[in-house]
């Protein structure tokens, strides 16, 4: 019924003008907008098989190599001594001491995936103030890493005592403490097996602690993300990347890397993410396309 009146005022207007046909092209339905993805380095090293398979097997490494090692009892520590350099090194001494396996926390043992999801979900850069409230709280949220938890066992049941040296803060000593107890990594004790920033005047550089470490422990793996985790030597302030690349790539480190030395994978962050382009590239490689 509700036709009529609109049909009449159609003909009306119908006598004082000819109706001009107009038509309206249907409206293509809005594309998807593509889901926004994580960065990624985040991809990578949090979410893919093959940054697993690599963890896991660096693992494997580290407990075939410590529970070979302390077999042998070897005579030397491979942290370094003092003053020594990699150019010439020397090694703390193990004399009797009982052996200990000592890693870095974060990217190392754990994977840190609150901050990192919040952080780049935020689109925000790396905020300390965040970073000291997930230190505190984060217990739960943070993930062992592939095959920690079972090479960590390993070297327990071996009789090798598992040290963590962090640059997490010493001032949020109980929330590591839980957070590597709930990513089922067992128990460690802020001043004998977990040692901090702020533990020593040395600031972010592990040198000092780790020298704490020799001197109770014959110290026969280094295992980190980043190569402060094995000397200071090279994050020294201005070091020129070709001589930071010699020096973790020349014979004396290669005689180290996985014979004491265990290094992680992580894309995500690190001293390197300041590279040029030429320091990246170099200039002899360059290459275009016809």
């Known amino acids: 019924m509700r036709a009529f009146p609109i049909m009449a005022a159609l003909l009306l207007a119908g006598c004082a003008s000819a109706p001009v046909a107009v038509t309206m092209a249907p409206t293509a339905p ?7 993805k994580p960065p990624v380095q985040l991809q990578y090293l949090y979410g893919s098989a093959e940054a697993a398979a690599a963890v896991r097997a660096a693992n494997a490494r580290i407990a075939d190599y410590a ?3 302390i077999r042998q009892r070897p005579q030397d520590s491979v942290v370094l001594a003092p003053a020594a350099t990699m150019d010439a090194p020397r090694f703390e001494p ?3 001491k009982p052996f200990a396996a000592v890693f870095d926390a974060d990217e190392t043992l754990i994977w840190n995936l609150g901050p990192m999801r919040y952080f780049a979900e935020k689109g925000s850069a790396y905020d300390p103030k965040i970073w000291d409230q997930w230190e505190k709280t984060g217990a739960g949220k943070a993930m062992a890493m592939p095959g ?5 066992g390993k070297l327990r049941a071996a009789g090798i005592t598992v040290i963590a040296n962090t640059n997490r803060s010493a001032a949020n000593a109980k929330g590591s403490e839980d957070t590597l107890r709930a990513a089922g990594l067992g128990e460690f ?5 977990l040692f901090l920033m ?4 040395g600031g972010s550089s592990k040198d000092g602690r780790r020298a704490t470490i020799a001197a109770k422990y014959c110290v026969i793996i280094l295992a980190g993300d980043q190569l402060g985790d094995f000397s200071q030597q090279f994050n020294a302030r201005d070091l020129p990347a070709a001589t930071r690349m010699a020096l973790a790539t ?7 890397w996985d014979k004491g030395w265990f290094l992680f994978p992580n894309p995500v962050y690190g001293p390197w ?3 040029g382009w030429d320091e990246t590239f170099p200039s002899d490689t360059n290459w275009e396309p016809k």
């Open 273 to 275: 993410d300041k590279l």
């Open 30 to 36: 809005p594309a998807p907008a593509e889901a926004v």
């Open 198 to 201: 702020g533990d020593d005047a």
């Open 250 to 256: 020349g014979p004396a480190a290669a005689a180290l």
């Open 189 to 193: 004790k802020h001043g004998e097996t």
């Open 94 to 96: 193990c004399g009797n």
């Open 67 to 69: 529970i070979a090692r």
């Open 148 to 152: 920690s938890a079972e090479m960590v």
